[in-house]
């Protein structure tokens, strides 16, 4: 691939402009100095710099974020930022979209890609793709509650019940719950049916990935595919 096609293709601009970056001396890869938009390049196992910011080359982005309360999983969002603003300028050109969403005081395990297909598979209703959350509420848990959920409560405006997965209780205010599916406000109007309220909601794994202690609110890394399926 040639060495301008590469910065395209990684979001850093229009054809013309990542030209411009190269022939200007602002880009290494794997550690060399290229000034040859046209050169070829191998990408298998690609590290480049621009204007020393150091990056992998992935042909399709896969990216766990740490989502903060005060954000919106949205391009257009209304009332608060979007999420994207928190990924740079590269990912955001190359159209990189969150999987699925979380409320905008929903804090934890973002995924966004711009590989369609994984996209379809990580949403899609009949792949039962896990989501697991911390969920923390307003009244003290029971034995009923519990059941309730991993037995199925039906949600307001729905005409066929909904069970979570697996519960695991915390403490009394505070507990897991894995779901497979992906309807609107989905973990509160559980909540909500079985009598409680949600205080707070935490996003702690998406399929097989689990947030990693690694990353802070804010913070974002790649992982792949295999991470999540």
């Known amino acids: 691939m040639q060495l ?3 910065l395209f293709s990684q979001g850093f601009g229009t054809r013309h402009e990542c030209c411009g970056i190269i022939a200007q001396g602002r880009v290494t890869f794997n550690g060399i100095l290229r000034n040859d938009p046209w050169a070829e390049v191998d990408t298998n196992g690609l590290n480049f710099s621009v204007d020393g ?7 399709q982005a896969v990216i766990a974020l740490y989502k903060p309360s005060g954000y919106e999983c ?6 608060h930022p979007s999420v994207l603003s928190l990924l740079p300028a590269p990912l955001r050109n190359r159209g990189v979209q969150p999987v699925g969403r979380l409320d905008e005081d929903t804090t934890g395990l973002l995924i966004l890609t711009d590989d369609g297909p994984l996209l379809h598979r ?5 792949k039962h793709v896990s989501k697991l959350y911390r969920v923390t509420v307003k009244h003290a848990l029971t034995d009923s509650m519990m059941k309730q959920l991993q037995d199925g409560v039906l949600l307001d405006g729905e005409i066929e019940k909904v069970a979570a997965q697996e519960v695991t209780i915390i403490n009394d205010h505070v507990f897991l719950m894995k779901i497979t599916q992906g309807k609107y406000h989905q973990v509160k109007r559980m909540v909500a049916a079985v009598g409680n309220r949600v205080q707070f909601l935490h996003r702690e794994a998406f399929g097989k990935y689990h947030l990693s202690d690694d990353l802070l609110p804010m913070q974002w890394k790649f992982i792949t595919k295999e991470d999540l399926i």
């Open 53 to 59: 910011v150091n990056w992998p080359y992935v042909s």
């Open 122 to 126: 990580l949403t899609h209703p009949k």
């Open 74 to 79: 949205s391009r257009k969002p209304l009332h």
């Open 4 to 6: 301008q096609e590469v």
